[in-house]
C-alpha cells in the first residue's frame, strides 16, 4: 500500500485518487472523519465507476454510532454510499447472499449438515446464539439427535456456558494463518467433551440459525478465499473501499481487506497509531 502522511491542514484534504491503495497515518484532532467525508465526497463526484446505480462506494467504520455520524454528514450522497460496520457489511453482503457456500463450508469443516430452508445469520448486538431458546427445547433436541450424549452430561449446563461454544479463529486471526488449516471449536472441555459440543453448535446453526461475531469473520473469509465468484460479485458492487480507524483491525479482518483488494477494488485506510483500543484482539496498526 502507499503510505500517506497527513497532517492537520485543509490543504492536505483532498487526497483522493482513482487508481491506487492508500494507507493514511493521522494523529489525533487532524480530522480524520472529515477528510473521509471529503474523499467520498470527492469520489462520487469524479469517479466514473460510481456513475451505474448499482456500483457504491463501501465505508467501513467500528461502531454503529460512528456509522451514524457518517451517514448523517453525507447527507444525499447516501444513496451512493453503504456505511456500515465490518461485521453488519460481511452479514449483509457476504453471509446471506452465499447461504449454499457457508452451508458446505459447514459440512466440510465441522461435519454438521444444515437444513437446506434454514437460514444462517449474526447474531444481534446485545443478544446471544440462544436468546429466546429454552434450555427445555436445547435438550429435547439433543434427546432427538443425539441419543448417545448422558442427560446429566448438559443438564445443568447454562445456556451462557452453551453461547460460549464456538468456531476458535485464534490460530487464523495470525498473520501466518489460511483458510486451508484445520480450525477447530473452542469450549470448556471441564464442563464438556467434543461430542457435546459438537451438539450444542448443530442446534444454534440448525434450530437458531445464528453465528457468533468471530464466525461471521471466519466464515466470511472463507467464503471469500474459496468462492472465486462470490468475491467477483463484492468488488464489482464496491469499487472503493473506505476504512476508518483501521489501526483496530485485527489480523482476520485485515485478512478480508487484502482479498477484496487483490483486484478491481480500491482500498483507502486511515488510522491513527496512537489510539489504537483492540490491540487485546489482535489489532496492530501496521
Not at 171 to 182: D, R
Request: aromatic letters at 10%; glycine letters at 4%; one cysteine or more.
Amino acid at each position: 500500500m502507499v503510505e500517506v502522511e497527513v497532517i492537520h491542514s485543509s490543504d492536505n484534504l483532498h487526497i483522493y485518487n482513482d487508481d491506487r491503495h492508500l494507507k493514511i497515518y493521522a494523529g489525533p484532532g487532524a480530522g480524520k472523519t472529515h477528510l473521509l467525508i471529503e474523499n467520498i465526497k470527492k469520489l462520487v463526484q469524479h469517479s466514473t465507476k460510481l456513475q451505474s446505480g448499482f456500483r457504491k462506494l463501501l465505508c467501513i467504520t467500528y461502531t454503529n454510532v460512528a456509522a451514524d455520524e457518517i451517514r448523517n454528514r453525507l447527507g444525499t450522497l447516501n444513496q451512493y454510499v453503504v456505511v456500515s460496520t465490518i461485521h453488519s457489511f460481511l452479514n449483509e453482503f457476504v453471509i446471506k447472499p452465499n447461504q449454499l457456500q457457508l452451508k458446505e463450508i459447514i459440512k466440510e469443516n465441522f461435519g454438521l449438515i444444515i437444513d437446506k430452508e434454514q437460514k444462517l445469520s449474526s447474531v444481534q448486538e446485545g443478544f446471544s446464539t440462544l436468546s429466546g431458546h429454552k434450555k427445555e427445547e436445547i435438550h429435547q433436541y439433543f434427546e432427538l439427535h443425539y441419543p448417545e450424549i448422558k442427560t446429566e452430561q448438559y443438564l445443568e449446563l447454562s445456556r451462557t456456558k452453551m453461547t460460549e461454544v464456538q468456531v476458535c479463529i485464534t490460530s487464523l486471526n495470525a498473520a501466518t494463518n489460511s483458510a486451508n488449516e484445520k480450525i477447530s471449536l473452542e469450549y470448556d472441555t471441564k464442563k464438556m467433551d467434543l461430542t457435546l459440543a459438537f451438539a450444542i453448535k448443530d442446534y444454534v446453526w440448525n434450530v437458531a440459525g445464528r453465528l457468533s461475531f468471530d464466525e461471521i469473520l471466519y466464515f466470511s473469509y472463507t467464503i471469500l478465499e474459496k468462492y472465486q465468484l462470490s468475491t467477483h460479485l463484492i468488488r464489482c458492487e464496491f469499487p472503493y473501499i473506505l476504512i476508518d480507524e483501521y489501526q483496530d483491525t485485527n489480523p482476520i479482518q485485515n485478512k478480508i481487506v487484502k482479498v477484496l483488494s487483490e483486484k478491481e477494488c480500491i482500498v483507502t485506510v486511515i488510522g491513527d497509531v496512537a489510539q489504537s483500543i483492540y490491540s487485546f484482539q489482535g489489532a496492530d496498526y501496521r
